[in-house]
């Protein structure tokens, strides 16, 4: 609709009236008299057929200049009531149209933000929105757990909430880069794991305003990942040269034996028959550290926990409360036999009396938590760091696989193992399924 058609209609309109009008008054003032009183008369009835005239397209007017103010304020609910075939009809329309459209953007927007919030909340990466000024604008639940154990943050002073957190996690914020840092969180029964986390931040302007975004993401598994898949592919490297060497000298060493044989000399028997023992130990020895690097996919099924507690009880001994968790888990049953019992062995080999070790499942965070607890001498935090790393190990005939073949096969049922000291003594290995 072009406005110079509006406008006509509008003019038109306005001069109909003025017309009749006059007409009005020109007949009331020929037909009747002359006289001054019937002039007035006259008016007054012209101005009052003209006052109802513009009355409704006055009406009109005003109820469209108050949708349009509304949707100045963002306001899209005004509908105007449509009537008639006129260029006003039209405009009212077009408004209507329009504003139906803009509460379907808005409604859109509205959805999109509500999704994005929700993701944003559930995000296991800690998202801080900071102003200029070092206020909080925004915080997800990972941040709010990370800084203030889930408590609101936001409108906080984020330099006053820096300095109640741990000293590594200041000195990274400080440094104005991104960077790692370790934080020790407390787990359940009020005992603490050592974790890592990277800072990563970015800066820009949003209404002409500076905010600073901050994001912690916890790395200990990812970490722990990269670090197992280059031990599995340094012993793969090892293994391979060895068994190349090893292959010729049992070889040799068994034609050394037929040879020898009918000389009847005990000394070079030694030689030999020593020669084959180390050479068979040193295979076995490898063979143990590839099962580790070729370690099969787990095949997962339902397992019944009276039955596997009570095969294990067969082999080692322990306690056990006889609590079943309520949920049940799929998993691989050999695999598992042999962490669990790997760790009762283990716990048995740490000084504790027998009587002190003891097996305990639960359910937690919508998953199995597996303990395995004793009260032998516990670790050292450098054996604690190091415990669950290939070839580490504080026994002198140890071989350091046996912990890092439990952590590769609980994570490969995607679950965590921790290894925890416990308050008067011994040590607590954590495990949870999900």
């Given amino acids: 609709m072009k406005l110079s058609t509006l406008h006509f209609g509008i003019r038109a309109r306005l001069l109909i009236i003025c017309l009749a009008n006059v007409i009005l008054i020109s007949c009331i003032y020929f037909i009747f008299d002359f006289s001054y009183l019937t002039f007035i008369l006259a008016l007054l009835i012209a101005a009052a057929s003209a006052t109802l005239g513009f009355s409704h397209l006055n009406r009109r007017f005003q109820a469209?200049?108050?949708?349009?103010?509304?949707?100045?304020?963002?306001?899209?609910?005004?509908?105007?009531?449509?009537?008639?075939?006129?260029?006003?009809?039209?405009?009212?329309?077009?408004?209507?149209?329009?504003?139906?459209?803009?509460?379907?953007?808005?409604?859109?927007?509205?959805?999109?933000?509500?999704?994005?919030?929700?993701?944003?909340?559930?995000?296991?990466?800690?998202?801080?929105?900071?102003?200029?000024?070092?206020?909080?604008?925004?915080?997800?639940?990972?941040?709010?757990?990370?800084?203030?154990?889930?408590?609101?943050?936001?409108?906080?002073?984020?330099?006053?909430?820096?300095?109640?957190?741990?000293?590594?996690?200041?000195?990274?914020?400080?440094?104005?880069?991104?960077?790692?840092?370790?934080?020790?969180?407390?787990?359940?029964?009020d005992e603490e794991e050592l974790q890592t986390w990277l800072l990563s931040r970015g800066k820009f302007a949003l209404n002409g305003m500076f905010h600073h975004l901050y994001l912690f993401k916890q790395l200990t598994k990812e970490l722990n990942r990269q670090e197992v898949a280059v031990w599995k592919k340094v012993i793969r490297v090892i293994s391979h040269e060895l068994n190349n060497s090893l292959a010729p000298i049992s070889s040799m060493t068994h034609s050394g034996q037929l040879l020898i044989k009918p000389l009847e000399n005990k000394k070079l028997e030694l030689i030999f028959n020593t020669i084959e023992e180390r050479v068979k130990h040193l295979s076995q020895f490898i063979d143990g550290y590839a099962r580790f690097a070729k370690l099969p996919l787990?095949?997962?099924?339902?397992?019944?926990?009276?039955?596997?507690?009570?095969?294990?009880?067969?082999?080692?001994?322990?306690?056990?409360?006889?609590?079943?968790?309520?949920?049940?888990?799929?998993?691989?049953?050999?695999?598992?036999?042999?962490?669990i019992l790997n760790l009762l062995k283990n716990a048995h080999e740490s000084g504790s009396q027998t009587g002190d070790i003891a097996l305990r499942l639960r359910t937690l965070n919508n998953g199995l938590q597996l303990d395995v607890l004793d009260r032998g001498c516990g670790m050292s935090d450098d054996v604690l760091k190091n415990a669950l790393l290939p070839f580490y190990s504080t026994?002198?005939?140890?071989?350091?696989?046996?912990?890092?073949?439990?952590?590769?096969?609980?994570?490969?049922?995607?679950?965590?193992?921790?290894l925890v000291n416990r308050k008067g003594g011994g040590l607590k290995v954590a495990i949870w399924l999900p």
Avoid at 77 to 88: A, F, K, N, Q, Y
Avoid at 124 to 147: C, E, F, G, K, W
Avoid at 402 to 416: N, T, V
């Fill in 298 to 339: 787990p095949r997962r099924e339902a397992i019944n926990w009276q039955l596997f507690i009570q095969s294990l009880k067969q082999q080692v001994a322990f306690s056990w409360d006889e609590k079943l968790p309520s949920i049940q888990s799929n998993i691989d049953v050999a695999q598992f036999h042999q962490v």
């Fill in 64 to 189: 469209l200049e108050t949708g349009l103010l509304n949707i100045k304020d963002n306001e899209f609910t005004t509908v105007l009531p449509v009537h008639g075939s006129d260029e006003i009809t039209r405009l009212e329309t077009i408004y209507n149209q329009a504003c139906d459209k803009l509460r379907q953007e808005k409604q859109s927007i509205y959805q999109r933000e509500l999704l994005l919030d929700t993701v944003i909340q559930n995000s296991p990466l800690a998202m801080l929105l900071v102003s200029d000024d070092q206020h909080v604008i925004y915080s997800n639940y990972a941040a709010r757990h990370l800084l203030a154990q889930g408590n609101d943050i936001d409108g906080l002073n984020f330099e006053q909430l820096l300095k109640q957190q741990p000293q590594s996690l200041q000195q990274v914020v400080d440094t104005q880069r991104d960077g790692l840092f370790n934080l020790s969180v407390a787990t359940t029964d």
């Fill in 395 to 418: 026994k002198t005939t140890g071989s350091g696989i046996g912990l890092p073949l439990c952590r590769e096969i609980i994570e490969a049922h995607d679950g965590y193992i921790n």
